[in-house]
Structure formats: structure tokens, C-alpha cells
């Protein structure tokens, strides 16, 4: 005696390139969203976003043999993020000074004390390499009167910098780029990266605010050099802590850094031009 019963259907599973299109999709929603909401909810996006990057900081310092200590990392990384604009009143030397000061103590007496100043020395370097370029995020956000436009269109240039980067770097990319870093990365692919982010800011610049174009010109190759360098500065410390990714929070794309590590460096340098030549 025989039975038809029909094969037990298998659990349907999303391919991996679903995962990292879903999870794109909700990351910009998300962003949107927050910036939609004002002010508070930019503040509320650089604290998820900050904090998150120096969760995964902590690992990669570990990797990297000196595992930054949460309680200095954290409470002075939220600091510098929001030291020009909602903490603008706490004085900054006096809030490294006791970083200088008590951080160092507190290796006196804690567990892992034989690494006190390389541990120490690595959460300063955290806070600062994390939080630093969100500040000045919040400076050109907060800038009037078209402090939003800025914004836009520098992390719209590292955008289409990373895209021209990735597209041309893998069809015609044949001289490798900091190989020991990051062996995919190519001359030609960094070339149309800075290419990118001087036709956006040119348009960004010249066309929308009205400035001239040699500015347009300049902020773009500034951005695009820029970006690239934060995106190999990630790499190194991805290889020197022996990992891909930074981690594993964002289905389908690995780590919050892995995604914000081109856009970390460009607001600096965007920031202290426009302040040198009064564009703002």
C-alpha cells in the first residue's frame, strides 16, 4: 500500500540580496524619517547612529589589541559629537583635561591596568574618530541660513562617490590602490570617486546656492578625497582586528561603520573651508 503525501514544503528563505535591499530600505526610511522630524530628531539619529559605531568600535579595538574602555569611550564620544552645537556651552579643554586626568587614574586601580595607557589612548581615539565628524555634521545642519542644503549634498557627493568609486573600480579598474588595505579598491575607481563628488558639488554649490563654481570644484575634490581616505581607514582597522565587517547589526550590509565610514571625514574638511571663506 502506497501513500501520495506531498513533500513538506520548504521554509522560504530570502536571498542574501533581498536581506541587504529590505534592510536598505528600512535604514533610509528610518533616516528620512528622523531628519523629517526637526532637529530633535537629527540629535536622535547621530545618538543611534554614534552610539552603534562605538559599540562596534569596541570590538575592533579589541582586535586590535587594546580594547577601549566603554565608560571613557562612550561618555567622551557623545561629547565631542554634540560639543558645538546642544553641549556648546561645556568648555572642551576642561572636559579633556579630565579625561587626561581621571582616565589615566582610573587605570591605576581598575583590572587591566598593566594596558592603562594604550587602553586609555584608544577610547580618546575612538571618541574622536566617531564623534568628531558628527559635530560637524550638526554645525553645517544647524547653520543658517541654508544649513540643510550643505548637509545634503555633502553626503550626497560621498554617496555617488562610493557608487562611481565601486562601478568604475570593477569594469575597468586595473592599477591596484593601497592593495595591502583593501586589494579591490583601483587608481581608476578612486579617480571617478573624487570625479563624482566634484560634479555633485559643483552642482550642489554653484548651481543651488548660487556660489561660485571654483568652490563647487574644490569642496568636491576635498569630499571625494576625503571619503576615500575614511573608507581606508576602516579597512586598515578591519585587517589589523582580523574581521570583514565591523559587525553584524545591519542584515545583508555588516556594520554600522562599514556604511558611515566614507561619510566621517568630509564634514571637517567642508566645514572649516566654508568657515575659512565665508560661504555659510
Known sequence: MTTNNPPIARAWKPSPLMVRILSGFVMLAVVIGLVLAGLYGVYLLVAIL??????????????????????????LGAFF????????????????????????A???????????????AMGVAGALYIGMPFNYYLQLYTSKPSGFVWTLFVIFAVVVSDAGALLVGSRIGRHPFFANISPNKTVEGAIAGVAGAMIVMLIGVSGVLGLSPIHGLVLGFLVGTS??????????????????????????HGGVLDRIDS?????????????????L
Not at 578591519?238 to 545583508?252: F, T
Not at 561619510?263 to 560661504?279: A, K, N
Open 50 to 75: 554614534g552610539g552603534l559605531a562605538l559599540y562596534e568600535f569596541v570590538g575592533l579595538s579589541d582586535g586590535m589589541g587594546s580594547r577601549a574602555p566603554v565608560w571613557l569611550l562612550f561618555p
Open 81 to 104: 559629537a554634540f560639543s558645538g552645537t546642544a553641549l556648546k556651552k561645556i568648555d572642551v579643554a576642561l572636559v579633556l583635561s579630565l579625561a587626561l586626568v581621571a582616565g589615566l
Open 106 to 120: 582610573v587605570f591605576l586601580v581598575v583590572p587591566g591596568r598593566r594596558q592603562g595607557l594604550s587602553r586609555w
Open 227 to 252: 571619503a576615500e581616505v575614511g573608507d581606508l581607514v576602516e579597512s586598515q582597522m578591519k585587517r589589523l582586528a582580523e574581521v570583514k565587517d565591523s559587525s553584524h547589526l545591519i542584515p545583508g
Open 263 to 279: 561619510i566621517l571625514f568630509p564634514p571637517i574638511l567642508v566645514w572649516f573651508y566654508v568657515t575659512v571663506f565665508h560661504l
